[in-house]
């Protein structure tokens, strides 16, 4: 049964790369203002990345000059809008690269210490071969850090919009990650209330989370609460999950 679902997410079709990409652009540019959401993901990643940096799906590099400061950074997006953007955002760190491609076209490269995928790898039509192709790219040693989408519940129409395959389980996701041969380091789930949040706003009210008040309100007042509770409590659900794995020496 569960490889039976797992099937299935799969085989979603979402929207296509050319349609989802100008809503990623919108999505992005919203989420600026969300400071305290995204110094609580780089917080969370921090303790894992280190020297030889490749930022898998760097969007418009929200979080690319702070992995920039933390090693030598390579930066992939295959948006040409966005890895426009992600150039401009990076000219004061000049040790930085941007390559316009996916992990399926990356050039010759030297093993990377640390691989970073934030809400990217959801947007991978087969993520099975995508954890493999990040393996092979990892020094012995070298870490995976995966921020991805909770729970096939949550999935709305929002998720279809900016295309998304999928939403993930702690244990199938830790699953797909042992299968590509990584060592788990950490696996949890994190925002749990943003578990129900995202149940009204997505699915009930079919709303776009990251627009108005509610969402500037929320990254204001909840989450700042929420990172404080759930660095002493790990929930049992949320809207998102951190997974951390190693390529084994």
């Known amino acids: 049964m569960a490889s039976h679902r797992s099937h299935e997410r799969t085989d979603r079709s979402p929207a ?14 919203e989420l600026e203002d969300a400071q305290n ?36 950074l390579t930066a992939i997006e295959p948006s040409e809008a966005q890895s426009a953007a ?17 992990i399926e076209d990356l050039p010759e490269h030297e093993p990377f210490d640390s691989i970073v995928l934030l809400n990217v790898l959801e947007h991978i039509p087969d993520d099975r071969g995508a954890l493999v192709t990040l393996h092979d790219a990892l020094a012995e040693g070298g870490r995976l850090v995966l921020w991805v989408p909770a729970f096939e519940l949550l999935y709305g129409d929002f998720d279809h919009r900016i295309g998304h395959y999928r939403r993930y389980r702690i244990g199938e996701l830790r699953q ?5 041969g990584l060592r788990i380091v950490d696996a949890r789930y994190t925002n749990a209330p943003g578990f129900f949040a995202w149940l009204l706003v997505v699915r009930v009210l079919g709303l776009q989370p990251t627009s108005g008040h509610l969402a500037t309100l929320y990254d204001r007042w909840i989450v700042p609460l929420t990172r404080r509770v759930e660095s002493w409590v790990r929930p049992p659900f949320g809207q998102s999950l951190l997974i951390v794995a190693e390529r084994p020496a």
């Not at 992600?86 to 996916?102: F, I, N, S, Y």
């Not at 797909?176 to 590509?180: F, V």
């Open 176 to 180: 797909r990650c042992t299968d590509a």
């Open 86 to 102: 992600l150039r401009e955002r990076l000219l004061d760190h000049p040790t930085a690269q941007v390559w316009a491609t996916g």
């Open 16 to 29: 296509s790369f050319d349609h989802a990409d100008p809503h990623l652009v919108e999505v992005l540019a």
């Open 37 to 72: 959401y995204a110094e609580w993901i780089v917080a969370s990643v921090r303790p894992h990345v280190r020297g030889r940096i490749l930022e898998v799906g760097a969007g418009q590099g929200t979080y690319s000059a702070v992995f920039a400061d933390m090693g030598t």
